[in-house]
Each structure stands twice: as C-alpha cells, then as structure tokens.
C-alpha cells in the first residue's frame, strides 16, 4: 500500500505559481529509474557534488525511494526531463524533551539549477512542503542547512547547535574512567542491525535527534557508494561488562607519508547509548598509537570530552554552528509533545506570516513536567515570531540573546525558565 505522504498530491498554490512563471511543479516517479536518475543527478549538481556513477545512482534510487520526491521542470530548455529545481521529504519522529517524539516532515535536497535561481522556485517549493506537512498532520517541520541565511524567512529557526573538535591526541591525556567493558572491531556487513538499533536508541533519549532512515543510518557504518575514503572506514564496538552492545565508533585515518607518528584520525560518528560507552570510544580513539590528531564534528554542544582529558585546551572546540532548524506548524500540538522541567504559566503570542501558526496560547506547564496548551485571548507575556519560538522550543538557551537582539518581547526570563532544559538538544547527523 502507498503511503499517504507519497501519494498526496502535488501542492495547488505552488504549482499555479511555477505555472505563471512557465515552469511545471510534479511529483517524480520513483519506480521511473530514467526520470528518477535526472532528479537525482540533478540534486547533486545543485550541491555542487560528482555527476552520481551508474552504480551510485542505482544505491540512491534504492535508499531514497521511500521520500516523497519533487521536481520543478522547465519544459522549454532542451533537456526538458533534468528538473531545475528539487526537493525531497518524509516523516520521521523527531525527539523533544522528556524524553518524547513529535511526528515531524524533514526536508532536504532543496536546489535550484544555477540557471534559473532567484526566481522563486525555492519560494514556491517551501512553503508547499510546510502545507504538505499540515494536510499529513505533522506539527513541525525540520531540516539541516547549506547555509544559515536561507529558511529563517520561512519560520524556521536553529533548534540545536553542534560542535566541531580537534584534539591534539598526544598531549590531550586521558583522565576519564577506566574501560570496563570490551572493545572489538566489527565490519558493516556484520553490525548494520545492530549499529541501526544503537541509533535509535541513542536518538531517541536525546532532544533534538532525529529517526533515522535506514540510509542515513548506515551512512554511518558504511560509506555511500563512490565516496572517496569507502576503503578507509573502520569501526570500532563497544559492548558493556555484561556483553550488551552501548555503542560503536566509526573513523578513518589519514597517514603523513613524511612522519608514520603523524596520522589524523577522523571520526566519522560516535555513537554512545550510555556515558561509559561514550568515555571508552572517546579514550580509544584518543590513546590510537601513531595518531597525533582526533577530529570530529556534529557533537554535542556539552559533549563531556574536556572533562575527559588532562589537558583541557588539547581539546579544542573548531566550530560551534547551528545544526537542527525546525519550523512550527501546530503550536498546542508541538508544545504538548514536549515535557517541562519547571512548572508555570505563560501566555505566547505567536507571529507566523505564513499564516500556520499565528495565535495566541497559553502554556500551563504542571509539576509533572506535561502542559495543556490552549488559544486564549489574554494578554500575552511573550510576543514572538515562530522562528524564535522555534529556537526555544528544545530546550536551547536561546531565550535572553532573542531578547536582547530585540526578537521577541516580554518576559523573556520567564520564557526560558519553562523552555529550557538542563541538557541542551543535540542533533549528530545531516539530514
Ligand atoms: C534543506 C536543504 O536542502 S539545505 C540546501 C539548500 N540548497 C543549497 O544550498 C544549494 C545551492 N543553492 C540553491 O540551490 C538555491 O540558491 C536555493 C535553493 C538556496 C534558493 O533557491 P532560489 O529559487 O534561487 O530562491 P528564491 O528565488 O525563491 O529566493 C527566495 C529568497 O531567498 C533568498 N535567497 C536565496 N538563496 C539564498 C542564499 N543562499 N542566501 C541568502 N538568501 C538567499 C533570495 O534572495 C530571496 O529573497 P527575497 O525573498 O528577500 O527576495
């Protein structure tokens, strides 16, 4: 059977729009492998990446089949059946506070062909894609960015930052607790199912993760067809004293050809369902003989490591970036879904120009941490655009600079006293 999110049909005011400008907005056929290889052909020349080899286009078309997959068609250049635009989206739970999930519609892929930008066609594809989420009832909308200036102007707004680390392993010295349970390597093959399963468990205890798709989980453990480094990828198991799988790491390392005591080690993901899996993979990868350089990315932003090592500064955060932006569409819907560590009250008045989300509702937070979220016309506390609500909606601390950069008005401190949690979110993937 088809799932609704793949049959609904294509979006009304969007297509009328592309229409007025001579372009045609439809659906692709996945099962079409020609019209499916131009759209993603396409997709990759909108991010600047390889024309995708036969064989990789065969493992996309395979992996990717389940999103909903759109193109907009310029039917009068010459190669009518390349699309100039694209886009792709499905749902996937995405974790609030609680921990708890919220059926949320990611959205990636989003390119215009070089030839036909500023003309609207991401205008039109946006918000199409946030009125597709309404009519399938998802409350938020969520997506990873190229560049942080395109998607506030749709209501989106950074949920979740993420850290970049590089480690000077030699000097960093380890400090964290002894590794009591066992570490081993494993190969893809071997390890997918289990690899998967830590995923989710890992993501779902974490505000700010995402379910992974079985591609994007296994990007993870195993590189994607004609990525450069698909020799280089070793992963390393954690298993706990009493034999359950906690975690895994998975890296490459790049040798200097001039110092064999030279080599970088990359990490490619760490994945840790408990603290002691996370302290082991770390001290691993750190303590790698003829490794003098650890790096790693898309970490949490209170990722424990400093605590971790002897010398803090030889573990250095490179890049602190906004990572995870989520879009309201249905704010009671959103804001129940989520569990509060104060308890209070707070009447927010909520401005979306795109009309999904204005209103005004209060949010009566109980000491067990669940609130009722009603409309009310009370006079509001917080006045906000749904991008700011947005960035305190999974516990960010985000609530003082938004005030203070004059984005939202009222009583700011209250606001982030019910919104913020004691763990910020996190999100360790690209989307
Ligand atoms: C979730 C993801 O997939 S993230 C990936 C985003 N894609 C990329 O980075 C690939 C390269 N870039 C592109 O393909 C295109 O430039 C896109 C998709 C970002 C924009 O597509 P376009 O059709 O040119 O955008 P459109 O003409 O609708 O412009 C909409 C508005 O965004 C602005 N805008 C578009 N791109 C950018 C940008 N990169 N940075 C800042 N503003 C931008 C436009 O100026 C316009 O502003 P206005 O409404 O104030 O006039």
């Keep these: 059977m088809t799932e609704p999110y793949l049959s609904l049909p294509i979006d009304d005011q969007a297509a009328a729009s592309l229409r007025d400008s001579g372009l045609r907005l439809a659906l692709v056929d996945t099962a079409d492998d020609d019209a499916f290889d131009a759209w993603l052909s396409a997709d990759a020349r909108g991010f600047h990446s390889k024309q995708p080899s036969p064989a990789a286009l065969a493992q996309q078309r395979e992996l990717l089949r389940h999103r909903r997959t759109t193109g907009v068609y310029d039917d009068n250049i010459?190669?009518?059946?390349?699309?100039?635009?694209?886009?792709?989206?499905?749902?996937?739970?995405?974790?609030?506070?609680?921990?708890?999930?919220?059926?949320?519609?990611?959205?990636?892929?989003?390119?215009?062909?070089?030839?036909h930008r500023r003309r609207g066609i991401a205008t039109a594809m946006l918000p199409a894609e946030l009125r597709t989420a309404v009519a399938l009832g998802l409350p938020v909308a969520a997506l990873t960015v190229s560049e942080s200036t395109i998607y506030g102007r749709w209501?989106?707004?950074?949920?979740?930052f993420s850290t970049a680390?590089?480690?000077?392993?030699?000097?960093?010295?380890?400090?964290?607790?002894?590794?009591?349970?066992?570490?081993?390597f494993t190969t893809a093959p071997e390890f997918i199912e289990t690899g998967r399963a830590l995923l989710a468990r890992q993501n779902a205890a974490?505000?700010?993760?995402?379910?992974?798709?079985?591609?994007?989980?296994?990007?993870?453990?195993?590189?994607l067809e004609g990525a450069p480094d698909a020799s280089t990828y070793r992963i390393v198991r954690y298993d706990g004293p009493d034999g359950d799988p906690e975690g895994f790491v998975t890296y490459t390392i790049t040798e200097d050809d001039s110092d064999f005591t030279n080599a970088t080690l990359d990490v490619v993901a760490l994945v840790a369902t408990t603290d002691a899996a996370n302290a082991a993979l770390w001290r691993y990868v750190i303590e790698m003989d003829l490794v003098s350089t650890v790096r790693a990315h898309t970490r949490a932003v209170d990722e424990p490591l400093p605590w971790l090592v002897r010398d803090i500064r030889r573990a250095k955060v490179t890049k602190v970036q906004d990572h995870l932006w989520t879009r309201i569409l249905d704010v009671p819907a959103a804001l129940e879904a989520r569990r509060y560590e104060n308890a209070g009250t707070l009447v927010l008045e909520v401005d979306d120009p795109l009309g999904f989300a204005d209103g005004r509702f209060r949010v009566a937070a109980g000491s067990d941490g669940?609130?009722?979220v009603t409309e009310t016309t009370d006079a509001p506390d917080v006045s906000l655009p749904v991008g700011a609500l947005a960035s305190v909606y999974l516990g960010a601390p985000a609530a003082?600079?938004?005030?203070?950069?004059?984005?939202?008005?009222?009583?700011?401190?209250?606001?982030d006293r019910l919104f913020r949690t004691a763990v910020p979110p996190r999100l360790s993937s690209w989307f």
């Design 155 to 160: 209501g989106f707004g950074p949920s979740a």
């Design 78 to 115: 010459p190669v009518p059946h390349s699309p100039v635009g694209t886009v792709n989206s499905w749902p996937a739970p995405l974790t609030v506070p609680g921990p708890g999930q919220v059926d949320s519609w990611l959205i990636s892929s989003v390119t215009v062909a070089p030839t």
């Design 165 to 184: 680390w590089t480690i000077d392993a030699r000097r960093a010295g380890w400090i964290g607790p002894a590794t009591r349970g066992r570490l081993s």
């Design 400 to 415: 003082a600079g938004l005030a203070a950069a004059g984005r939202i008005d009222g009583d700011a401190v209250a606001l």
């Design 206 to 223: 974490h505000a700010g993760e995402v379910g992974l798709s079985e591609y994007l989980a296994d990007r993870t453990m195993t590189p």
């Design 370 to 372: 669940v609130a009722s």
